[in-house]
């Protein structure tokens, strides 16, 4: 079976495709599929794109979320096709197409409320364009037996990445930080996976705004690097009670995305480079601080060998400093040491959902999200 995984990433940089091949004689164990990636492509939003999803997060009516849901499906199947191109196939030959689509809101549950998601990417302007059946709304499910909706990779972190001989601590790091404890291949363990706290987003808000857009991100750690970690700042921000709740937790840029950063500005009244650079500096000790804390919490407890970082925020060299610092002595690999491009693997997780979906494999980790119980993820489009 040939899946393409799209994902609209959270740090809104524009959209992954993965074209995974599987092969399960059509059947629903997970223990004897053998899974290749046979292209990954990925195409940047352009600065217009970019300030419609931002615009429609923030403030978007009805008639521009409805806009954007339309475009976002003629962009995702745009990458779609693109994605067959890089595996010099034409869309005949895959058979489904796994969507996440671009979450605008993601409420998890209260004590009083449960939770709420919203990911546009219309699929049925997916399938009308490519001709391929689209199977997407993979969080729904999930809140709808209760549970956080999210993180829902660490099913695709066991099935395609747990080891026979270590415990990986596989870090994702994009808009959003989340971590996956994989215990070993034949190990009944449950999985401890959950959002860590802010990721790039933060930070990359921080640079548009001392640059006036003209930056969208801290390339290789320049402004972290130029900045001071302001202490007093920094023991603020941690006071955010999202950080001391255990898990299962979720978390999104209605917490951590450019209204958090506009606010610390607006505070701060930074009025020169050096005080952006300490802003950047400072959110950047924050995103570490928080995954070491993290793992050192719930994951160290229970033993682990190993910590993979994957996700933008893996290439900024502050950032990868600063959390070998935090994690110290845990061995911190880059994401190339899952044999995978580690920009591809959450493309590739929703090309894996997707495949469960339609062997009707549960996609969702209970213990993870805090769901009622195993479900299968995502609705069909033909």
Known sequence: MRVIGLMSVTSLDGIDAALVEFEDDDGARTDDVAWTVRAFH?????????????????????AALCRLHAR???WLAAAAL???DAASLTAADVDLIGSHGQTIWHQPPTDEERGATLQLGDPATIAERTGIPVVSDFRSRDMAAGGEGA??????????????????VLQNIGGIANLTRVPRTSSDEALIAFDTGPGNAPIDAAVELATSGSERYDADGRWARQGRVRADLLETLLEEPFFR??????????VFGRPYVQALARRMRPADRQAWADLV??????????????????????????????GGGARNPVLREMIEAAVAPLPVLPGDSLGIDPDAKEAIAFAALAWAHVRRVPGNVPSVTGSAGPRVLGSLTP
């Open 72 to 74: 976002l499906g003629e």
């Open 42 to 62: 990925s195409t940047p939003f352009s600065a217009a794109q970019r300030e419609e999803i931002h615009r429609s997060i923030l403030d978007g009516d009805a």
């Open 245 to 254: 709740r255990p898990p299962p937790k979720s978390t999104g840029r209605e």
């Open 281 to 310: 500096a400072t959110l950047t000790a924050l995103t570490a601080h928080t995954i070491g804390d993290a793992v050192r919490r719930w994951v160290v407890p229970l033993g682990a060998d190993e910590l993979v970082l994957t």
């Open 82 to 84: 693109q994605a067959c």
């Open 151 to 168: 993180p829902l990779v660490p099913w695709v972190d066991r099935f395609l990445f747990s080891q026979p001989d270590r415990v990986r």
